[in-house]
Structure formats: structure tokens, C-alpha cells
């Protein structure tokens, strides 16, 4: 069965490394994402696992089997490349058989295989057509249609849809892994967009500068970030700086600065430790006038801006920071700029994390 | 009012540039340059004589000399670009993979071949294979390969190898390996990646290097009058014919040019009509037996066998020369030469005639072949004249040169106030043009369009764009082109043997100095060699230095 499992790989390009110390472990049928910021190696990674680039350290293994030093065509794969890579002098019939030519499958599976694959994709109409002539969507079909034809059992994706109208992108990442489920393939998807990892996975990898950061369900990421950076980089988030003032047995007490005091489900803490509290915009409660609640701190709104399916505040805290709140537009009541208000999040949504020594915004830097 | 003097020349220039009438003008001088001293000389002269092609029919003697003749330049220029594209693949796709640092030198090391005139390089190889007391044959006591058609094959396949090499390494490094790296991940083996994807894509270069190394087989004169022997090809016959001036030799003369030029050309278009047009066999696949020569240990065969024939039948034979230097720096020769007595002071004279014209002709083209480049490149005239322009512009490179220059010596005689050295001079525009107008317009092609018309927006005029934008990009491009028609120049023969009675070039003057027995000792020779590769080694480094920094 077609799990993969990475057991400290390190890539490195001259004094570049790519990727640095990466274990991980892919189950079988799963579809897995690798998500992070441009040029933090999650590209680098699939490329390892697919045999196209070889691991300065490390192990990796499919199906159990050490593959290290299995060149990418006996490793049993798909690849679906980011420009599709449709070979320019092949018609779709012939892409999308070369597969199964080159690995001298008997002629009448070839065509049976190239039949069913073209069919699945909607594509039997178009099997002259020569890459050049066909639509962008058309193509990423194509590109998917040859993959699996050459019957790989893993699929690996490198910005499958990246290349295409957001529109269309947005229609074709749920085919995909409707696609990925119904063969029972396991899938590794490389994205830098957030949402569409979270749409379509199970799991989730989030990398950063050649690390992974945290393995989780899309869920896991959202709510329990365990890396200030997972916190920002998965949705998003206002950042707050504050010193631990009181460590209760449950909760503690943070003071923000100007002498705010605000609480959180975080026993872990010591004393005085510096920590940045995050809270998510969508949970950042909005009410007119002064109001005292459990962690409320009052401001005013210095903008406001439409965004459609939401309302987007920003306001300014009375001790000068700012916080950011998104609201359902079209339920609740708009509030007008300069609007004096309170704003407010519940205990158990209140995440803690270590200040970061290099500063915040070095941390949570996407490049 | 601003006055030009506030300016300077180069506002002086962007100002006219925004001027349609201006712009128009450099285009129709440049256009006329072409027409009136590239193209059209090299191709009248011969249909001047035309008169003349009868009486080679009734000298049957002559005629099948002539016949044998171009049926062996055509045969050994056919052999050779195979043989070249057999060999210079590999060695392409081993410079493209370079996993060493010391596959950077075997890059500048291919190149040698390439820009050490021919003249030289025929006379190394002759002597490293068929000289019994030295080279190779000393070690059986006999010539292994005596002068004639086995010994113009070698040469013509040293000197035109780089050339298809040199092509091969620019379309390797153009290529997406992406096309490569899917083959392989639906389960292709290396070789059958490379048959069904990498090879029929890069079919178009592939072609362009077999017919500039046909082009170049076809017209080489200098080198391969040394290796011939008593054998002749189209350009030896023309030379021999030149030399003796046997009775009716000006009708053979016309006739063996113009099937020469008109074969050349009906091939070419040939090439270029169906080219694109031809189909790599793709849908059949023999899996075992390509994953079989994928193995680690045919690679590594491959990969040796390549390097063997690079250093024995191209390297080696082409440094040869080099050897007897060696013996005239201890003996007194280098001396000799340096203190330019005897034959030395023609030597010298000869030198500075030839990189004299080199310069000149380098620099006349520099500045007219732009205007035409853009012209192509940017298809300012429409589509269809564009294209035209495009394929005429390659016509003085696949004409022999031999016969370019005889047309080209027929031509100017009706115009007698034409020095001799003027005649020299244009002999060489024609040869060298193509060389610089293609390799250019190719660049300024790869210019995308984009930045040009950002240039636009931001509100730069025509030249200023030219100045600012094209010429930066294009800048290794054009001093490539510029150094490649530079030595073109310098190793130029067969048309200069043509074009001249008086004065003499360097290869001229080496041709005459191997051809006559007695003129100059084998040593002398060597040494007269020796310098011009010398001087060509440093024209490289300046090459290789404007290079880097490219990549």
C-alpha cells in the first residue's frame, strides 16, 4: 500500500539547504498537503519524494521499500507538474498513453486504460487536439489524466491548479480530490494557498524555510496552532504583546501593555515570561460604547472596509495597539468609523505563544 | 530651443529616432548595404559568365573532373554533418549535465577547434596523421592516413564538431527539463525519455546544426587544399583550376560555382521547408532493450567514448601543431621570426593585413548588420519579408566560399577603379555577415516584448529603447557574433584565394608556404601556425570572459 514515509531528509543545493531534517509520514489513501511560503521547500520535498532530486541525508520509503536510490521511473508514481509539462509534439491520445508505451503494457489495456482515464476527465471528444489548442482547465485535466493512466497508485501535485482563473480553480480542487478518493489513491499535494489545502486534506504539513512546522488535520492547524507562524499562516490572526502576570491552576493572566489585563486557557507558563497573544479576527466580538466582559478591551474603529461576505474592522485599542475583527456583513449591524466600542474574545479561543526572540515580525515573515 | 550641442550625440540620435522618415532611412541603408554588397555581388558574377558554361560540355575530361568533384563535396559534407551530430550529441548533453567543475574547462576546450583558422588546424592534422617522422604514423613508420578524401573527412569533422556542439549546448540550456522529468515519472528509462520527448522537441536545433556543419563542410577551402592530397572536392578542383590555369578552366570555374551555390541552396530550403515537417518516430517503444542502454554501465561507455574521440580525433590532432614550436623556440627560428628576416617580414605583413580586415570587416558589419537584425528579429516589415529577409540573409554562409569569391572577383572586374583591397574587404563582409545578422536577431528575438513596450510607456524613444533595453540584454550576443566574424575573417580562405593576386592573408600566404615545396621548412611552417593559435587562444579568453557572468 502506497504510504510514504520520510525519515530525516536533508537537501542541500551548495550552503542552500532546501530542506533541513524532515521526518514525516504519509498513510496510505490519505490526501496530504504540503503547504508554506514561496521557496520554503515544499517543492524541493515532493521533487525528493517523486525521485526527480536526491537527498543529501536521509531515507525515504514507499510502500515500505526503500526508494533512495530508485530513479523516478521505477518508483511507481504520478506527477502532475505546475505547467503541466504536456509534451507539445503529442495529441491528448498519445500523452496520455505514453505512459503505459513506455512501461510496454499489451496494446488492448493501453487503449482501454487511455479510454477510461480521457472518459473519467471528460475529455474522449478532444483526444486529436494538440496540448497548444486546448483551455487552461483543459490542460490540467490532460496533465491528470496522464498521471494516472500510467497507473500510479501515489499522485503527487505541485501547484496543480496554480496556474488557472480562480474561478476555475476553485471548481477543479474538489474534482481533484474526488478523483484522489474514488480510485483510493494517496495524494501529495504541494499549494501555497491556505484555503485550498484546508479544503481538500486530510492532513496538512506546514513548512517554513525547509522545516515542517506542524503536521495536522486542517482542523488541528486551525484551532490549536502549536507555531506562532502556523497561527498566521493558516487563517489569521492579531497579535498582542504581553508579560504573564498570574499563573492560576487553569488559566493565567497576561498583562498587555498599558496595564490591560486579559485571560487564557494556558497552564504552561512562568511568571514574567514575554508572550504574544493571538486572537482570530473572526472571533473578535465588536459593541458599541464601553462594556466590561470577560477579556474586553475598549478602542475605536479607525477603518472599515467591505469585503463582500464580510466586514472588516480595524480598531484601535485605548493602550495604542490595533486589532483587526471580520464580521458577517449582511447579519449583523454595520458600525460606523470613530465609533467608540468594545471589543472582546472568549477565554478558551485565546492562544498563547513564546514571544519570538528575533521579533515578531521576523517570525512571521513569508519570505 | 534646446540645440543638438546641449544634448549630445545620443540626444541628438533620440530625437531623430522618434522621427518615422529618420527610422525608415537607417532601415533602407542598412536593407541596401545587404542587397548591393552582401548577397547580390556573390551570386551576378556567375550569372555575368553565364555565356561561358558551354564550353565545359564540349572538354569531357574536365567536365568529369568537375562532376567527380562536386559529387565528393556533397558526399563528404553529408558524411561529416552525421557524423558530427553522432559524435557532438553526446558530448552536448555532457556539458549541459556538468556535475564538475572541470566540465567548465572541457566546455572552453571544444571551443578551441572552433576559432583556430582552418588553415591552421589542416596543417596539424596532416601532420599529426600523415607524417611518418612525427604525430601518430611515426609510431608505425608509415602515413596512416595519407592526404585525400579519409584525411579532408577528419578535418572537416574537427573543425565543424564545435560549431554543432556549440548549437546543441544552447538548446539543450534553452530546454524545459520539466517535458524530461514528467517522461521519466510516467516510467520512461533515461534513453527513452530522450528519443520520445527531449530529441523531437529540440528537432529544429538538432537541424540547425546539421546544416551549419554541412554549410561549413561545403565551403571550407583553406584547411581542406592541405588535406587533399591529389584529391579533389568542389573548392580544391576551383583552387587547382585557379592555379593552373589550364585551358577552358573559366567555364569549369563558372559551372562547378553555380551547381555549388544552386545545390547548396536547393538543399537548404530543403532543410528548412521540411524540417519542421518531419516526424520523429515517437509511438513505438522497445522498453527492455532502452532501459538496457540506460544502465549505469553503457552510460558510463557512452560518456567515455565521448571524451575519447573528443581528445583523439579533435583535441590533439588540433594542438599538434604546437609541438614543433617547442623545438623553434630552442633552435633559433622563434628568433628568426620575431626579428622578421627572411620569410618572416611577408609573415608579419600578412598578419596585420589579416586582422586589419578582420577589424574592419567586424566592425562595418557590426553597425549595419543591427539595423537588419531588428528588422528580422521584431518582423518591422510584415511577416512574410521578414521571413525572406531571414532565409537570404544565410545564403553567402552555405555558398562555398571559393565560389562566392570567384563570382565575387567576376563581379568587381566590371567595376576596375575597385582596388584590390576593396575587393578584399567585401569578399569578407559577405563571408562574415551571416554569422553576426543571425546570432543577433536570435537574441534580440529572446528579448520579450514586453520590457520593450514598458520601455515605451515609461516614454523612451526608439533608440533609447535600443540603447537602454535591447542592446543590455543582447550585450553577450553581440560580442559573441562580433568575435565569431572576427575570426571567421581571420581564418577565411577560400574566398580570399579568390579575390586576390597581390596581396596576401595569413592562410593564404600558410597555404602557399605548405603547397610549395622549398618556400619554407616544416618547422617555419609549424611556428607560423603555432601563432596564429596562439593569438586565436587569447581571442577565446576574451571571448569566454565577455561569457561569463551569463550564467
Known sequence: MPEVRLENVTKKYGKIVAVENVSLQVHDKEYFSLIGPSGCGKTTLLRLIAGLVQPSEGKIFIKNKLVTNIPPENREIGFVFQTYALFPHMDVWNNVTYGPRVKAWDKEKSNRIGDEMLEMVLLRDRLNAYPRELSGGMMQRVALARALAAGAKLLLLDEPLGALDAKIRFELRYDVRKLVKDLGLTAIHVTHDQSEAMAISDRIAVMKKGRILQVGTPQELYMKPQHIFVANFIGESNFLEGYVSKVAQKEITIELRGGILVQALDHKRKREEKVAVAVRPEILMIEKGKKRKENSIFGKIEKRRFEGTSIRYEIRLENGDLMVSVRPALIEKWLDVQEKVTVSFPIERTLIFTYPKKGLKEELALE | ?551
Open chain 2, 1 to 551: 530651443m534646446i540645440t543638438v550641442k546641449d544634448w549630445g550625440l545620443v540626444r541628438f540620435l533620440e530625437v531623430l529616432s522618434s522621427k518615422r522618415s529618420i527610422r525608415g532611412l537607417i532601415y533602407a541603408c542598412a536593407v541596401t548595404f545587404f542587397f548591393a554588397l552582401i548577397l547580390f555581388p556573390p551570386i551576378l558574377g556567375i550569372l555575368l559568365k553565364w555565356n561561358l558554361i558551354g564550353q565545359i560540355f564540349e572538354n569531357p575530361a574536365l567536365m568529369s573532373r568537375a562532376t567527380s568533384a562536386i559529387y565528393a563535396s556533397f558526399a563528404i559534407a553529408l558524411f561529416v554533418s552525421i557524423i558530427d551530430i553522432i559524435a557532438g550529441l553526446p558530448m552536448a548533453w555532457f556539458i549541459w549535465r556538468r556535475k564538475s567543475k572541470w566540465l567548465d574547462a572541457l566546455d572552453t576546450l571544444a571551443d578551441i577547434p572552433f576559432i583556430v583558422p582552418t588553415v591552421a588546424l589542416g596543417f596539424s592534422i596532416g601532420l599529426f596523421w600523415s607524417d611518418e617522422t612525427q604525430g601518430i604514423s611515426s609510431l608505425f613508420g608509415a602515413s596512416l592516413v595519407s592526404p585525400g578524401w579519409l584525411l579532408i573527412i577528419l578535418v572537416h569533422f574537427v573543425f565543424s564538431y564545435p560549431a554543432v556542439v556549440r548549437v546543441m549546448v544552447g538548446a539543450l540550456f534553452d530546454y524545459e527539463r520539466t517535458y524530461e522529468e514528467a517522461s521519466k515519472t510516467l516510467g520512461a528509462a533515461p534513453v527513452t525519455a530522450d528519443r520520445t520527448v527531449t530529441f523531437p522537441i529540440l528537432k529544429l536545433s538538432f537541424i540547425a546544426a546539421f546544416t551549419l556543419a554541412f554549410a561549413r563542410s561545403i565551403s571550407e577551402t583553406g584547411a581542406t587544399v592541405i588535406a587533399a592530397g591529389t584529391f579533389e572536392n568542389g573548392p580544391v578542383l576551383l583552387n587547382n583550376l585557379r592555379t593552373s590555369q589550364e585551358l577552358g578552366y573559366e567555364s569549369a570555374l563558372v559551372f562547378v560555382s553555380f551547381i555549388l551555390i544552386a545545390v547548396s541552396c536547393i538543399i537548404y530550403a530543403t532543410i528548412r521547408i521540411l524540417g519542421p515537417k518531419l516526424k520523429i518516430p515517437v509511438r513505438k517503444v522497445w522498453p527492455v532493450a532502452e532501459r538496457k542502454l540506460s544502465s549505469h554501465g553503457l552510460t558510463n561507455l557512452r560518456n567515455i567514448s565521448t571524451l575519447l574521440v573528443f581528445f583523439v580525433l579533435i583535441l590533439i590532432p588540433s594542438l599538434f601543431v604546437a609541438l614543433p614550436t617547442v623545438n623553434a623556440v630552442l633552435n633559433g627560428t622563434l628568433n628568426q621570426a620575431l626579428s622578421s628576416t627572411g620569410i618572416w617580414q611577408g609573415y608579419w605583413q600578412s598578419i596585420s593585413l589579416s586582422y586589419g580586415i578582420a577589424f574592419v570587416a567586424t566592425l562595418l558589419n557590426t553597425i549595419v548588420g543591427l539595423p537588419m537584425a531588428v528588422l528580422i528579429a521584431r518582423k518591422r516589415l510584415g511577416g512574410l519579408p521578414s521571413t525572406v529577409l531571414d532565409v537570404l540573409v544565410n545564403i553567402p554562409m552555405i555558398v562555398p566560399s571559393i565560389a562566392l569569391g570567384v563570382s565575387l572577383s567576376i563581379f568587381w572586374s566590371n567595376f576596375p577603379f575597385v582596388p584590390e583591397i576593396g575587393l578584399l574587404l567585401f569578399a569578407h563582409l559577405a563571408i562574415t555577415y551571416p554569422y553576426f545578422v543571425r546570432s543577433m536577431s536570435a537574441a534580440i528575438e529572446r528579448v520579450d516584448m514586453d520590457l520593450e513596450e514598458a520601455s515605451k510607456t515609461l516614454g523612451a524613444k526608439p533608440f533609447t529603447v535600443f540603447r537602454t533595453i535591447i542592446l543590455p540584454l543582447t550585450k553577450y550576443s553581440l560580442f559573441a557574433g562580433a568575435i565569431m566574424m572576427f575570426t571567421r575573417s581571420v581564418g577565411e580562405t577560400g574566398a580570399t584565394v579568390a579575390v586576390v593576386s597581390k596581396l596576401k592573408t595569413v592562410p593564404v600566404l600558410l597555404v602557399e608556404w605548405i603547397k610549395q615545396t622549398g618556400l619554407a621548412t616544416p618547422m617555419e611552417i609549424g611556428l607560423g601556425c603555432g601563432f596564429l593559435i596562439i593569438l586565436s587562444f587569447i581571442i577565446l579568453l576574451i571571448l569566454r570572459g565577455t561569457v561569463r557572468g551569463r550564467h
